[in-house]
């Protein structure tokens, strides 16, 4: 149970990326592909920061890690908002792509590495499965709010 509440953060995981790919290859689409991802990411980061953050800070006495995280976000979300703000077309979206690329896949590298490790151990299986479906209710309502149908 443990590890299939952990796999469903890899699989958003895995799907931010593919976004991300998306949106290099394929140049039409750039804006509504942009306005997806920056969604998924925000949803993502508003998910992991009420969710797992705190786990950290609480259970496995890691307040700064929290903070150097929050920090990590909002730095991608100015890099989301610079993206929207210049042609997708150009030159600039692409050094700006390429640079949102490293920090997201860095970021969440680390979410994989070491976050998700360390929520393991103090959490529990089945404290591990409660943060899971807690992140997964947070991410789906706030992609919800920012992308309704």
Known sequence: MAEDALALVRDENREIIAALSRLG???ADRPALLDDLAARV???ACAAESEFDHALAEQAGEPGIAHRRNGERRRIERLLSRLKA???T???FDVL????TAELRAHLA???DIVLPDLRSTAGPAGLADLAAAF????RAEYERLRPR
């Open 90 to 92: 150009g030159r600039h």
């Open 97 to 100: 792509l390429h640079r949102l």
């Open 110 to 112: 680390e979410e994989e």
């Open 25 to 27: 290859r394929d140049r």
């Open 136 to 139: 997964e209710r947070r991410r």
């Open 42 to 44: 925000v949803a993502h």
């Open 86 to 88: 210049v042609e997708t």
